[in-house]
């Protein structure tokens, strides 16, 4: 059971995108709770506003810290536990699988969702535990690293893949890239299902697809083949 909590000045956006699919059926099934504070409801003026111009100038506008405190405090009630409270930011440390499996085992989650050129740096000091990026790119605000998030996480927490959807087995386990997979017709545009995957022997099956995940993290993703433990077998087949 995971509780994820997103302070965010769109919350439709981050439940109509979770509450559907294979996300969706896990708040159905109670795995997990999926709640959206919308930051603007703690504003401290008669406009609505939660953000003003930056002390010392230049462009933009910051979130007055105020606010977000606010509405951190309101997804606290909601928690039994202290949660971790993850800034979604360019500056933080880059989302991976490693970090995706270790938050599905915290129990209450506080995604913070910033917009404008950022939130005031007081409340980010005081209640802020984990800085994550999911990638060197900007984005207008955090709802979309939120999502991408909860998303990987919940994949990692038991009970919200089925079996046949487990995540076992695929990609990034052991570092290695997924081998490619194949359904019905056994042809298609002329291109043939690998003859090994039709002929039923397992053994050469499971030899096939674990070649097939060295050759492809070789070539796309030297980074991670630094990292894969090669059995015997394996440095035997890659100098072949
Ligand atoms: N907010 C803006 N850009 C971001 C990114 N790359 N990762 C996480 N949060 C962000």
Same mark, same amino acid.
């Given at each position: 059971m995971i509780n994820f909590h997103v302070l965010t000045l769109f919350p439709e956006m981050v439940l109509n995108a979770l509450n559907t699919s294979i996300i969706g059926r896990a708040v159905s099934n109670n795995i997990i709770t999926l709640c959206a504070t919308d930051i603007?409801?703690?504003?401290?003026n008669k406009h609505l506003r939660v953000d003003d111009y930056p002390y010392g100038g230049g462009a933009g506008m910051v979130m007055q810290p105020g606010p977000v405190y606010k509405a951190y405090e309101h997804a606290l009630s909601y928690m039994k536990s202290a949660p971790r409270v993850i800034y979604l930011t360019p500056q933080g440390k880059t989302f991976d699988q490693n970090m995706a499996r270790e938050f599905a085992l915290s129990g209450d989650l506080i995604f913070l969702c910033g917009h404008y =050129?950022?939130?005031?740096?007081r409340v980010l000091e005081e209640i802020v535990t984990d800085n994550v990026s999911i990638g060197d790119y900007v984005l207008t605000g955090g709802e979309l690293a939120a999502m991408v998030m909860i998303d990987a996480i919940s994949r990692m927490?038991?009970?919200?893949?089925?079996n046949d959807e487990s995540? =076992?087995?695929?990609?990034?386990?052991?570092?290695l890239l997924e081998y490619p997979q194949y359904t019905r017709p056994e042809e298609f545009h002329g291109r043939k299902v690998p003859a090994v995957l039709l002929s039923g022997h397992h053994a050469n099956i499971e030899k096939w697809r674990r070649q097939q995940s060295l050759l492809r993290t070789k070539k796309a993703r030297p980074d991670l083949f630094a990292r894969v433990k090669l059995s015997d077998e394996d440095n035997e087949f890659l100098k072949s």
């Amino acid at each position: 059971m995971i509780n994820f909590h997103v302070l965010t000045l769109f919350p439709e956006m981050v439940l109509n995108a979770l509450n559907t699919s294979i996300i969706g059926r896990a708040v159905s099934n109670n795995i997990i709770t999926l709640c959206a504070t919308d930051i603007r409801d703690f504003s401290e003026n008669k406009h609505l506003r939660v953000d003003d111009y930056p002390y010392g100038g230049g462009a933009g506008m910051v979130m007055q810290p105020g606010p977000v405190y606010k509405a951190y405090e309101h997804a606290l009630s909601y928690m039994k536990s202290a949660p971790r409270v993850i800034y979604l930011t360019p500056q933080g440390k880059t989302f991976d699988q490693n970090m995706a499996r270790e938050f599905a085992l915290s129990g209450d989650l506080i995604f913070l969702c910033g917009h404008y =050129e950022g939130i005031d740096e007081r409340v980010l000091e005081e209640i802020v535990t984990d800085n994550v990026s999911i990638g060197d790119y900007v984005l207008t605000g955090g709802e979309l690293a939120a999502m991408v998030m909860i998303d990987a996480i919940s994949r990692m927490v038991p009970g919200v893949l089925s079996n046949d959807e487990s995540g =076992e087995f695929e990609t990034f386990h052991d570092n290695l890239l997924e081998y490619p997979q194949y359904t019905r017709p056994e042809e298609f545009h002329g291109r043939k299902v690998p003859a090994v995957l039709l002929s039923g022997h397992h053994a050469n099956i499971e030899k096939w697809r674990r070649q097939q995940s060295l050759l492809r993290t070789k070539k796309a993703r030297p980074d991670l083949f630094a990292r894969v433990k090669l059995s015997d077998e394996d440095n035997e087949f890659l100098k072949s």
